[in-house]
Nanobody, 126 residues
Framework: QVQLVESGGGLVQAGGSLRLSCAAS????????MGWFRQAPGKNRAFVAA????????DYVESVKGRFAISRDNAKTTVYLQISDLKPDDTAVYYC???????????????????WGQGTQVTVSS
């Protein structure tokens, strides 16, 4: 059974940091492009970051560059999202996603992912 399980969300003050984790099972993790998305209240789910299967390439939405860092540990089949200098606008449910496509170019352009986690809530207070 393919499963992505996010953890690490919570309530944090503006300026603080969090590290989100996503543990994957039931898939060939080291061949899959992984990503993070978020859905703020009243908004559509939006792309945040992606990382190639070997971890050598990353992609971020412009609004989080310099504050968010995506990484992965293929031995632990886990992908991480380090979030720094949190802002109230970062409040959202954060979702982990996996793409079966092996094309970094295609996935980084289309942000099309195939498997989704259930999400973890991040709330930033001002």
């Amino acid at each position: 059974q393919v499963q992505l399980v996010e953890s690490g969300g919570g309530l944090v003050q503006a300026g603080g940091s969090l590290r989100l984790s996503c543990a994957a099972s039931g898939l060939t993790f080291n061949t899959m492009i992984m990503g993070w998305f978020r859905q703020a209240p009243g908004k559509n789910r939006a792309f945040v970051a992606a990382i190639s299967s070997n971890g050598q390439s990353t992609d971020y939405v412009e609004s989080v560059k310099g504050r968010f860092a995506i990484s992965r540990d293929n031995a632990k089949t886990t992908v991480y999202l380090q979030i720094s200098d949190l802002k109230p606008d970062d409040t959202a449910v954060y979702y982990c996603a996996a793409a079966y496509s092996s094309s970094w170019y295609q996935v980084s352009k289309s942000h099309q992912f195939d498997v989704w986690g259930q999400g973890t809530q991040v709330t930033v207070s001002s």
